[in-house]
């Protein structure tokens, strides 16, 4: 595994923890106040995975 493909996987991981915990944090969260955040979440978590991606897959 090259040191790109490990950073990746490492980033990837950490995305999935990221998008994981602020869900289950609006689960317990008033949904009234946080209605445009789930969306920046979701951008977010979406530009982060597709960075890592690229870095697997087009880095050498």
């Known amino acids: 595994m090259t ?3 490990g950073i990746a996987a ?3 991981l950490i ?3 990221y998008i ?3 869900y ?3 689960i317990f969260a008033n949904k009234d106040e ?3 955040a ?3 979440i979701s951008v977010v978590g979406v530009v982060i995975v597709s960075m890592t991606f690229l870095m ?3 880095g050498q």
């Open 3 to 5: 040191l790109n493909k």
């Open 10 to 12: 490492g980033i990837i």
């Open 15 to 17: 995305t999935i923890f």
């Open 20 to 22: 994981i915990l602020s």
């Open 24 to 26: 289950t944090l609006f």
């Open 34 to 36: 946080y209605k445009d």
């Open 38 to 40: 789930k969306d920046i």
């Open 56 to 58: 697997l897959f087009v």
